[in-house]
């Protein structure tokens, strides 16, 4: 039997340079697609995206044009539009691999939903910032007007914040196990899911402005369609310590608790590292395998012959 994987991709992978175009990163959905299709005939694939820069970009349009006529569409509605566009890129570019090779398979994108905990602490304390910047009189405005919260950031002006709280289940998990079982490559989660929430009388599903993080997302998606093995996709090919530094060290197998004492000393950064590594730790505690790697090296490293390896 064909091992299961779970590959989350960064939404930074498809934007070389800041190069924003659909084309630009069209191109890069190539160079994914390839890679990605080149495991397909070992391997059960499901793809997990990022969707930092596009939903950003979304939302600037949004905000730009809104007008009373045409309202700008909420957070939850713009992870949704992402979640097309980007599926729809890799998509393609899959189905354009294989046909490089004269072969034919199934892919498809599903738009997913991602049921958070209502109560969960991070609605108290917005953090992830989303959007365009603005000087502190324009974000004040807008935060009054919108029911947003603003903050500084990093000197850079203010932008709007929000909540991102962990993920608890994935509305279309069934759905998704069935089309792997059918032989397709899927792509699910893009951009961490859309963040929705069950009503507490009727457990009706209701969206909700919050961004998840996508490599969280990932791991919970699969733990649900019980993968083999969950690979987070960065820019880097291994995990470092001290990164960037002359003593700067590469993890290769590393083992759950070593992974728990370097988080403890504060090896890995919130905003870089730090989810990759907890997903991977997440996933590999449960008795999978978790793998750290870049797509250059993603082949080897299902191999485990490159990459950092999180085990048991």
């Given at each position: 039997?064909?091992?299961?994987?779970?590959?989350?991709?960064?939404?930074?992978?498809?934007q070389?340079?800041?190069?924003?175009?659909?084309?630009?990163?069209?191109?890069?959905a190539?160079?994914?697609?390839?890679?990605?299709?080149?495991?397909?005939?070992?391997?059960?694939?499901?793809?997990?995206?990022?969707n930092?820069?596009?939903?950003?970009?979304?939302?600037?349009?949004?905000?730009?044009?809104?007008?009373?006529?045409?309202?700008?569409?909420?957070?939850?509605?713009?992870?949704?539009?992402?979640q097309?566009?980007?599926?729809?890129?890799?998509?393609?570019?899959?189905?354009n691999?294989?046909?490089?090779?004269?072969?034919t398979?199934?892919?498809?994108?599903?738009?997913?939903?991602?049921?958070?905990?209502?109560?969960?602490?991070?609605?108290?304390?917005?953090?992830?910032?989303?959007?365009q910047f603005?000087?502190?009189?324009?974000?004040?405005?807008?935060?009054?007007?919108?029911g947003?919260?603003v903050?500084?950031?990093?000197g850079?002006?203010?932008r709007r914040v929000?909540?991102?709280?962990?993920?608890?289940?994935?509305?279309?998990?069934?759905a998704?196990?069935?089309?792997?079982?059918?032989?397709?490559?899927v792509?699910?989660?893009?951009?961490?899911?859309?963040?929705?929430?069950?009503?507490?009388?009727?457990?009706?599903?209701?969206?909700?402005?919050?961004?998840?993080?996508k490599?969280?997302?990932?791991?919970?998606?699969?733990?649900l369609?019980?993968?083999?093995?969950?690979?987070s996709?960065?820019?880097?090919?291994?995990v470092?310590?001290?990164?960037?530094?002359?003593?700067?060290?590469?993890?290769?197998?590393?083992?759950?608790?070593?992974?728990?004492?370097?988080k403890k000393?504060g090896?890995?950064?919130?905003?870089?590292?730090?989810?990759?590594?907890?997903?991977?730790?997440?996933?590999?505690?449960?008795?999978?395998?978790?793998?750290i790697?870049?797509?250059?090296?993603?082949?080897?490293?299902?191999?485990?012959?490159?990459?950092?390896?999180?085990?048991?």
């Amino acid at each position: 039997m064909k091992k299961r994987v779970v590959l989350a991709l960064g939404g930074n992978a498809l934007q070389k340079n800041g190069e924003a175009t659909a084309e630009a990163q069209k191109k890069v959905a190539i160079e994914v697609g390839e890679a990605i299709a080149e495991l397909a005939d070992k391997y059960e694939i499901i793809v997990a995206h990022g969707n930092g820069p596009q939903v950003g970009n979304i939302l600037i349009h949004e905000e730009s044009a809104s007008t009373e006529k045409a309202p700008a569409m909420p957070l939850e509605t713009a992870v949704a539009m992402s979640q097309g566009q980007i599926g729809y890129w890799l998509t393609q570019a899959i189905n354009n691999a294989f046909a490089k090779q004269n072969k034919t398979k199934k892919v498809a994108t599903v738009v997913s939903q991602v049921v958070v905990d209502r109560k969960d602490p991070a609605f108290k304390n917005p953090t992830k910032p989303i959007g365009q910047f603005y000087d502190a009189k324009t974000a004040k405005e807008l935060a009054k007007k919108n029911g947003w919260v603003v903050k500084e950031d990093a000197g850079r002006g203010w932008r709007r914040v929000v909540a991102s709280p962990k993920p608890i289940d994935i509305v279309e998990k069934k759905a998704i196990v069935e089309l792997v079982k059918d032989g397709a490559i899927v792509i699910a989660v893009g951009g961490g899911g859309i963040p929705v929430i069950r009503t507490q009388v009727l457990k009706r599903l209701k969206g909700i402005d919050a961004v998840i993080d996508k490599d969280y997302a990932a791991e919970k998606l699969a733990e649900l369609v019980k993968a083999d093995v969950f690979v987070s996709v960065t820019a880097v090919p291994n995990v470092y310590i001290n990164y960037g530094a002359p003593e700067q060290k590469a993890l290769d197998e590393v083992k759950v608790q070593e992974i728990d004492h370097l988080k403890k000393y504060g090896y890995f950064k919130a905003g870089s590292m730090l989810p990759k590594v907890e997903a991977a730790s997440m996933f590999a505690r449960l008795g999978g395998t978790g793998i750290i790697t870049d797509i250059d090296h993603l082949k080897e490293a299902l191999k485990g012959k490159a990459g950092t390896i999180v085990t048991k």
